[in-house]
Nanobody, 119 residues
Framework: QVQLVESGGGLVQPGGSLRLSCAAS????????MGWYRQAPGNQREMVAI???????NYVDSVKGRFTISRDSAKNTVYLQMNSLRPEDTAVYYC?????????????WGQGTQVTVSS
């Protein structure tokens, strides 16, 4: 079992910045990739950014140039630096971990953290 604990959401004005953090903990696992997804009311959950074990990153087009995903492998932690935030970035942001475990592969989600961009 792997637990994901997120932090860093909140209310910010348009043009502002926030940094989300997600720490993974548990026994006998290794991370294949970690990422951030978001879901706004009435919308489907969408991928925002992913970083693989090898360090490759991928972003949804709407956040390219504004958001940066990074990681601290020693701490099994992933970060999402969000700059130049827009009202349309308002959503619940979820951390995801794709991990190798004994006997296979598993997918875990955090509890979600609210990001609200509003003046």
């Amino acid at each position: 079992q792997v637990q994901l604990v997120e932090s860093g959401g909140g209310l910010v004005q348009p043009g502002g910045s926030l940094r989300l953090s997600c720490a993974a903990s548990g026994r006998k696992f290794s991370i294949r990739a970690m990422g951030w997804y978001r879901q706004a009311p009435g919308n489907q959950r969408e991928m925002v950014a992913i970083i693989t074990r090898g360090g490759s990153t991928n972003y949804v087009d709407s956040v390219k140039g504004r958001f940066t995903i990074s990681r601290d492998s020693a701490k099994n932690t992933v970060y999402l630096q969000m700059n130049s935030l827009r009202p349309e970035d308002t959503a619940v942001y979820y951390c995801n971990a794709d991990v190798s475990v004994v006997g296979g592969r598993a997918d875990y989600w955090g509890q979600g953290t609210q990001v609200t961009v509003s003046s």
